[in-house]
């Protein structure tokens, strides 16, 4: 069975920090992953996706993706009350047609 | 911009009642998703179309059934809703895996927060 692992949290970190964010999934073929932001209340936003190993960056937010350790990662530079929200990573498997959600880490940036 | 678009942001239904809800896009996709949302349990998929009148049973179909019958409209019924099924009710669309760059982005409508009384 697929899975995909994020800490629950919350994580806290001070404004101006570098926030990260972690995932691990369970199926070594994966291909795509995706990483959401949620607000209270609303629906999840797609804000970064990643199919290489390395690294992409947009704006204050990195993805990083080892596939080798089946690993992938959210940074967020000089992070804002405005980015605490639950994070959701998500996974695209060949051979499946829908994606795995992680369950999400909840972050807290205090000003 | 793609944009997934859902009836209605909240409703309020008694046990027993048919309920309707619906989601269009705008982007010409082929795949979409019905899912729900409940703390703690995460998202859990109910049922996803694959083309128009093409439905494949997700996670927890019990309860549920879908109309897809034109590509930008996909339907989720609740036969006979229940107290357990009051939920964040979210709905999504999926770029084909042939589009360059994008492959499987997944795309959300602004979801419809159910209560059954």
């Known amino acids: 069975q697929k899975e995909v692992e994020q800490n629950s949290g919350p994580l806290s970190v001070p404004e101006g920090a570098i926030a990260s964010l972690n995932c691990t999934y369970s199926?070594?073929?994966?291909?795509?992953f995706f990483w959401y932001r949620q607000y209270s209340g609303k629906s999840p936003e797609l804000i970064m996706s990643i199919y290489s190993n390395g690294d992409k960056e947009d704006g204050r937010f990195t993805a990083q993706l080892n596939k080798a350790s089946q690993y992938v990662s959210l940074l967020i530079r000089d992070s804002q009350p405005s980015d605490s929200a639950t994070y959701l990573c998500a996974v695209n498997t060949p051979g499946y047609s829908t994606l795995t959600f992680g369950k999400g880490t909840m972050l807290l940036v205090s000003p | 911009d793609v944009k997934v678009t859902q009836s209605s942001r909240y409703l309020v239904k008694r046990t027993g009642e048919k309920v309707f809800l619906e989601c269009v896009q705008d982007m010409d996709h082929e795949n979409m998703f019905w899912y729900r949302q409940d703390p703690g349990l995460g998202l859990r998929l109910i049922y996803f179309s694959y083309d128009v009148k093409m439905k494949e049973k997700g996670d927890i179909p019990e309860g549920y059934s879908v109309s897809r019958e034109k590509k930008e409209r996909f339907s989720l019924i609740l036969e006979s809703a229940s107290t357990n099924q009051t939920s964040m009710y979210l709905c999504?669309?999926?770029?084909?895996?042939?589009?360059?760059?994008?492959?499987?982005?997944?795309?959300f409508g602004p979801g419809t927060r159910l209560t059954v009384t």
């Open positions: 199926d070594r073929v994966s291909q795509s």
């Open positions: 999504a669309s999926r770029t084909p895996s042939r589009k360059a760059g994008s492959s499987y982005e997944q795309y």
